[in-house]
């Protein structure tokens, strides 16, 4: 399939799409009474069913007294990402992207959520090791946060590190929910030593907002190592045929109309203002629902010192980040190069339409500078240990993606082994027995690239496209089309923990799994 952006905005199935003036009546909604069916799966609403005890300690647990330590509110408001684009969508605290919370290792906090909204919500804190009860997946048996009631909940952050909170609805075809809103922020938890000497810190959120559904395909010829695994391809491709034949067509993607970092869209906020000399340190998220995004600064490099914050082996210089979905780079710039620069996305349709922000030097004036970066392939091995090669586990988990093409109302069914995820059965599920160290061999049978997130736990890249390699430890990574990838992880945490896509359309139509670690 050709990957390129060239249907952006297209109409290919009748869809009404909405022109830049009917933005605040455009969501989900609006393409659900376009006649887009509610493919909600029942996980959504669902409170009780197998494996939904889990948390239930928790509402029998003694009151948790004393003033919190923060209040997140989640409801619908409006936010001006520029002059001519106010989109309506639920935020955090009426915000986007919500309050940056600034947690301690280990220091207890109690956190009030408060849901202003008439749908149940879960509020997921992405790359913590968490209880199930506070985690924030129904999956894993996380009480939902009640329509219009709240929640009380405490926990004790950590592993200190970039992370952040979003909600972990499944969304399917309601383009309103999930994280097609603008349900995330960022939480920093204060490390005991910080990756590499900065003047100071940045948190930029990218995200974009309206979306739509469209056949678009995503660029994805930028992962490092290339290799496949044989015959993954030519499997797929007999599989998309027969489908074809059936008369399927390929699934739904989302697409967006509006693209931000922090919320506003490229020149339409203040602007990232430096001194020449300064090293800023740039704590970037990826919160888009289903697109990887890249970045890159004109004239200057990043020196990558952490990937979904933990520190990597290897701190290194690139020309361009590329942040799969729920994915984190800290990166440091030696800004050295005076002038106002465009840090933007390096696809032009995206970047042109929002997807950047303007770095200006103290003293500089003008227009902000594009230019395009040298072709960069990214690798996640070039911040490895050199030469490295992790431990043998104790054990190794098989895991083979496959889609089945327009297999469940109109989008792409994703399963693992053969088998969609479903709230019903609770499967696919893995036991894990407590201690042991395990490897996931991921084998992906699809052209999209996935970017694979598991929960309460890091794992540690241990192979990319059949290449060993050690050190990088993360909570999501990119599993490269037709490629092969394996994650080591410590199951060390009691109770069911989520592995998912964090493609918000590939989990809600099949990509999880559930570890059950007794
Ligand atoms: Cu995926």
Known sequence: MAKNRHDRGQNRRGLNLPNRRDLLWFGGTALLAAGVADARPAGAAAHSGPGMGAGSSTTTAPPIRGAADHTIRIGTGVIELGPDAAVSTRLYNGQFPGPLLRLTEGRRVVVDIHNDTDTPEQLHWHGQFLPVDVDGAAEEGTPFIPPRGSRRIAFAPGPAGFRFYHTHLTAGADLSLGLYSGEAGPVYIEPRREPGAYDREVFLTLKEFGPYLSHMEMPADFL???????????????????????????????????????????????????????????????????????????????????????????????????????????????????????????????????????????????????????????????????????????????????????????????????????????????????????????????????????????????????????????????????????????????????????????????????????
């Open 224 to 518: 490092a190592p290339t290799g496949e695994v044989p015959g993954l391809r030519a499997a797929a491709k007999e599989a998309t045929l027969a489908a074809l034949r059936q008369g399927r067509q390929p699934g739904y993607e989302p697409a967006y109309q509006f693209f931000s970092i922090n919320g506003r869209m490229l020149g339409h906020g203040e602007p990232i203002r430096v001194k020449a000399g300064e090293r800023v340190m740039l704590h970037v998220l990826n919160a888009s629902a289903s697109e990887i995004r890249s970045l890159a600064l004109p004239g200057h490099v990043f020196r990558v010192v952490a990937l979904d914050g933990n520190p990597v082996p290897i701190p290194a210089e690139v020309p361009v980040l590329w942040l799969g979905t729920a994915e984190r780079v800290s990166a440091i710039v030696e800004m050295n190069q005076p002038g106002v620069w465009v840090l933007g996305d390096v696809i032009d349709d995206d970047r042109t339409r929002g997807m950047g922000i303007v770095v200006e030097y103290a003293g500089s004036k003008g227009e902000a500078q594009w230019r395009k970066p040298p072709d960069f392939r990214w690798d996640y091995r070039r911040f490895a240990k050199p030469a490295g090669s992790a431990a043998p586990p104790d054990d190794t988990i098989e895991m083979a993606i496959a889609a089945r093409v327009g297999g469940r109302d109109g989008f792409d069914e994703f399963t693992i082994n053969g088998v969609p995820f479903s709230m019903e059965t609770m499967e696919p599920r893995f036991r894990l027995t407590r201690g042991r160290r395990y490897r996931l061999h991921l084998r992906n049978g699809t052209d999209d690239v996935h970017p694979v997130h598991l929960h309460r736990h890091s794992f540690e890249i241990t192979g990319l496209a059949g290449q060993p390699t050690a050190g990088i430890v993360k909570d999501v990574a990119m599993l490269g089309g037709f490629q092969e990838m394996t994650l080591d992880f410590t199951a060390d945490q009691p109770g069911l923990s989520l592995f998912h896509c964090h493609m918000q359309q590939h989990m809600d139509f099949g990509f999880m799994a559930l570890f059950d670690c007794a």
